[in-house]
RNA sequence: GGGCCCGUAGUCUAGUGGCUAUGACGUCGCCCUUACAAGGCGGAGGUCGCCGGUUCGAUUCCGGCCGGGCCCACCA
């Protein structure tokens, strides 16, 4: 017997390690900036550097490089760069954490110095997964190239981000404003709607008595913020509530204060809720705020910026929040004031990044106009080509949900600084040029005297920006927006964004905005939106919960390629969650050995030229495989590897090695010469071919093995090679099914009689449909006589 | 309270107004048949969530309900 031409026994992570080591030395998917080929860029989302990757981040980056990779095949000149987020909260606070200091009460330069320790010892875990995944990113060294790795905190990107402020102030779209907004007292800083999420918290829930004053009665009201009772402003029932009609226009003394607010019938008052009294404070939410502006009344701001109760809370005055709500209820319990405490469910808002209950403060900050974009976006939101379509709706309902505009400066440290000096004597604000990175609170104002006054002396601006302003503008990035050598004049936007779901609100929001205030247009073509992976069981996964998956854990264990099969046979990420199951990509392990065993036995024979005549089997597997060819065309295109992945994997196994290798086998040997030379080179032709064209196939989804395998039987590089195009047309006598039909009746026939498949079958009845393939037939199932029907 | 999505064998999944509902994993039985036992062959397993409607015919279209997930909203 010859030997096969695939010298190992089988796949494993060693070969892979071997090939992705040298496409990271060769860098073969370089982006071409001389290439006249149509542009097809990808807006990669960029981890944040100092979290362990997780398998969704492995997973759906598998599905953008197969994506990324069937283009190129497409003809396209692929931008697919990596980014690294490594700007704002997450660093500092885990800066925090580690060196167990508060950024914002030791020196600026010292909190730098800080975060950029953690950020040296952030490892590039993620880069080498990725890598090790087989991820095709354009290039896997930092720097500003286009394609080049990318960090958000270079001065580069941070060059861009100013100046993106910068033309957003010239145009009038940025103004700064006093207004009461979300406060995060764990971050220290104001933060936009976007970031605040609402959990399920067990409270308190009190009921607090006061007393009238004209009639000395005891009324009770319940409240989940007691602590508040000092800035309490007004008491309200709804008007159709007979039990309080009384009290309308009355007085109520506050407990514990003694201040005297008004009694009034108000439909904002929910008869079913507490004791249907209400005491509206400032602030227990947005609500109230809404309230007091629309009343006229006057707030009492109880708790300062640091997240403690200031002088205005009285006897509460420097506790935080959570202890002044313990000892006033304290307080009121030894005063006989609190006449019961049920414990309810409450929906609490709470900051996304830190989880720490949202207060509402009053401070000075900038903000960018949005509001009046309304309809601007949500026409944007209809432009775009949504994958899946449903995703579409998630974006329309939270541009329908904005109301105010979006804060964008936040009082931290590790951020970009927002770009600006203020004269000293007559406090007009200086913009520097855009193009350039600037720290105002570290270097000196870009101009010598205040155009306004002419004042000499200046003050930098010590506020960042959310972080959210830096992401909002990665398409203007790696397209190199207003940046020499830049591809954007070119292309005008970036032809996908792939996301998770859960930042539709902000980094799909806030990149469409930001993008659409700046070049007047929607800034891509298409965005994918992926569900998440979720455990076994179907549980999200969290540290806490113990059940996180590490990727390292699976490629050790399994290596890339069945990974990424498995992210493409699971199900469609864009429709549904993914349980991530070891038995299941342990099944799609199967099939990469299949592959390799089919190519292995293939590579026994030696390749020939293609025959002047194809037999009828030969042509027959060849159309079979057109479908696929046809499928895989249209279905790359629209992002989906799901339908085309089980279809290969099927054609792979069934018809393929079960049905058409059984049949053509004794052909490709001829060891007995029964079969002439002409014959045995359309067998032998024929099994190259299928493989040639599954593996082109196959390539974007399992781009390791159909490289080892092209390389060596065809000496070149399946990613450098066209995606295969639909096959000129033959007609086939009998159909797929009938065929399989057929061997499977002749196996059972077999089997029933307690023979083994190689002993000869003596008389068979065979549909006349299949004369033309007889030689194969006999010859594979061993036929002593056929009797055509 | 409003909105969106989902519901097909133990698990995952394809699919369509019409043949006996697709395929995989798992499971059971038999088999080392010379590429592959990480294999081959064969079998079991389903009222396509429930109830109505449209239709000659519904898993598919429509309405309602139940179950699961997500998002939004002023429940103190």
Redesign the pocket.
């Known amino acids: ?1 010859k030997e ?1 031409k695939l010298k190992e026994k ?3 992570k060693d070969i892979e390690k071997e090939i992705y080591l040298k496409w990271k030395e060769e860098e073969p998917y370089k982006f071409d900036l001389q290439s006249e080929n149509p542009v097809f860029s990808i807006d990669t989302p960029p981890p944040y550097v100092n979290m362990p990757v997780h398998i969704g981040h492995v997973t759906t980056y598998i599905l953008m490089d197969m994506m990324a990779r069937s283009r190129r095949m497409l003809g396209y000149n692929v931008l697919f760069p990596l980014g690294l987020d490594r700007n704002g909260l997450p660093i500092e606070m885990e800066a925090e954490k580690r060196f167990k200091v508060s950024l914002t009460k030791i020196s600026r330069k010292e909190a730098l110095k800080l975060c950029r320790k953690i950020l040296e010892e952030a490892s590039l875990a993620s880069v080498e997964s990725f890598l090790k995944c087989g991820i095709s990113f354009n290039s896997w060294k930092i720097g500003p190239g286009i394609g080049e790795i990318y960090l958000t905190d270079s001065d580069e990107y941070r060059a861009l981000t100013q100046a993106t402020f910068i033309e957003l102030w010239r145009k009038g779209l940025i103004y700064e404003a006093e207004r009461v907004n979300n406060f995060c007292p764990g971050c220290g800083t104001t933060i936009a ?2 970031e605040v ?2 959990e399920e918290k067990l ?1 308190l ?1 009190n009921y607090i008595k006061f007393k009238v004053k004209e009639t000395g009665e005891d009324i009770v ?5 007691p602590e508040l009772l000092c800035s309490c402003a007004i008491i ?1 029932f ?1 008007p159709s509530d007979d039990r309080y009609k009384h009290l309308e226009g009355k007085t109520a003394i506050v407990p514990l204060y003694e201040k005297e607010v008004l009694i009034k019938a108000h439909p ?14 400032s602030f ?5 705020v ?1 309230f007091f502006r629309e009343m006229g009344l006057k707030p009492i701001i109880a708790i300062d910026s640091d997240g403690r109760m200031n002088e205005n809370s009285g006897f509460l005055f420097g506790l935080s929040v959570e202890e002044a709500r313990e000892k006033i209820i304290e307080e009121l319990k030894n005063k006989g004031l609190l006449v019961k405490q049920e414990k ?1 469910m ?3 808002p709470v900051c996304e990044r830190s989880g720490h209950p949202i207060e509402f403060i009053a401070l000075k900050e900038f903000y960018l106009k949005q509001v009046e974009f309304k309809e601007d976006m949500l026409e944007l939101a209809n432009q775009l080509n949504f994958f899946a379509p ?1 995703s579409r ?2 974006l329309i ?2 541009i ?2 904005v ?1 105010i505009d979006w804060p964008i400066s936040r009082r931290r440290v590790y951020a970009t600084e927002i770009p600006l000096w203020y004269c000293k004597s007559c406090g007009e604000a200086i913009l520097p040029e855009p193009g350039k990175y600037y720290q105002p609170w570290n270097e000196p104002a870009p101009v010598e005297k205040c155009p306004k006054c002419g004042g000499k002396e200046f003050v930098g601006e010590e506020r960042v920006f959310d972080t959210w302003f830096d992401s909002s503008i990665t398409p203007l990035y790696i397209l190199g927006w207003h940046r020499p050598g830049g591809i954007f004049d070119r292309v005008k936007r970036c032809s996908l964004r792939p996301q998770g ?2 930042i539709i ?1 902000t980094w799909l929001y806030y990149t469409l905005l930001k993008c659409y205030l700046l070049t007047g247009e929607r800034i891509f073509d298409d965005v994918w939106v992926n569900f998440h992976i979720v455990d076994e069981k ?1 549980y ?1 996964m969290s540290k806490s919960k113990g059940n996180v998956i590490k990727p390292e854990e699976l490629l050790d264990r399994f290596g890339a390629e069945p990974i990424r099969l498995w992210a493409a ?4 990420i864009t ?5 991530c ?1 070891f ?2 990509i ?9 592959l390799w ?2 190519a ?2 293939i590579s ?1 024979f030696d390749k020939c030229d293609k025959p002047e005549k194809l037999c009828m089997l030969d042509k027959w597997i060849l159309q079979e495989l057109n479908k696929l060819i046809k499928l895989a065309r249209k279905s790359y295109g629209k992002y989906d590897f ?2 085309p992945a ?1 279809k290969l ?2 054609f792979l ?2 018809t393929f ?2 049905h058409y ?2 049949l053509v ?1 004794r052909r490709a ?1 001829n060891s007995e010469g029964e079969f002439s030379q002409a014959e045995q080179r359309s067998a032998i032709w024929t099994l190259y071919e299928c493989l040639r064209l599954m593996l082109l196939l196959f390539a974007p989804i399992l781009p390791m093995i159909s490289y080892r395998i092209y390389s060596v039987l065809f000496g070149k590089d399946v990613h450098k090679e066209s995606f295969p195009s639909e096959l000129p047309k033959e007609e086939i006598p009998f159909s797929t099914e009938q065929l399989i039909e057929l061997n ?1 009746n002749i ?2 026939k077999k ?1 029933d009689a307690g023979i ?3 002993d000869p079958l003596n008389k068979f009845e065979i549909p006349k449909e299949f004369k033309e393939i007889e030689k194969d037939l006999t010859s594979c199932h061993n036929l002593r006589e056929v009797v055509w029907v």
């Open positions: 017997m096969p089988r796949w494993s709607d976007a999420v609402y409270t829930f009201i319940g409240t989940t913020r309200l709804n904002i008052a929910d008869p079913e809720k507490g004791t249907g009294l209400v005491m509206m404070c227990g939410d947005l609500t109230d809404r309810v409450h929906r609490t449903q709706q998630i309902d939270w329908n949900s109301s779901k859960e609100r179907g999200k046979v699971e199900g469609d429709k549904t969650d993914f349980k199951s038995e299941r342990g099944g799609a392990a199967k099939t990469i050995t299949k065993n089919v292995r036995f026994i799901h339908v089980i994997r099927h196994w069934e090695a079960s290798v059984e086998k040997y499977k196996w059972k089997k083994s498949l190689k």
